[in-house]
């Protein structure tokens, strides 16, 4: 069964910083393009950011511009997503997806079950 399990939520004060993590099972990682994205009570979902298969990188996102950080290991199966100086704003469940042809994170195949972000103090 091909899943992808996202870990490194949690409650964080405005500042702080938390990583992100989305492991891939079942599947080979390597050609895949992977995506976070969040979505907010009250919001649509919303792309966040985009590694493609090369290692390549997009924001979908300008409120988290130079904040967030997407990278992969592969030989670990895995997608992070660093975010710092978190903002209330960025309160929202952050989901990974998975997109098979390995180029963009516009239409996404697999998807994870989640994890909760909250920045509070």
């Known amino acids: 069964q091909l899943q992808l399990v996202e870990s490194g939520g949690g409650l964080v004060q405005p500042g702080g910083s938390l990583r992100l993590s989305c492991a891939a099972s079942?599947?080979?990682?390597?050609?895949?393009?992977i995506g976070w994205f969040r979505h907010a009570p009250g919001k649509e979902r919303e792309g966040v950011s985009c590694?493609?298969?090369?290692?390549?990188?997009?924001n979908n996102t300008d409120s988290v511009k130079g904040r967030f950080t997407i990278s992969r290991d592969n030989a670990k199966a895995t997608v992070y997503l660093q975010m710092n100086s978190l903002k209330p704003e960025d309160t929202a469940i952050y989901y990974c997806?998975?997109?098979?042809?390995?180029?963009?994170?516009?239409?996404?195949?697999?998807w994870g079950q989640g994890t909760q972000v909250t920045v509070s103090s």
């Open positions: 997806a998975a997109e098979r042809n390995g180029s963009t994170c516009t239409f996404m195949h697999y």
């Open positions: 079942g599947f080979t990682l390597d050609y895949y393009a």
């Open positions: 590694i493609n298969r090369s290692g390549g990188r997009t």
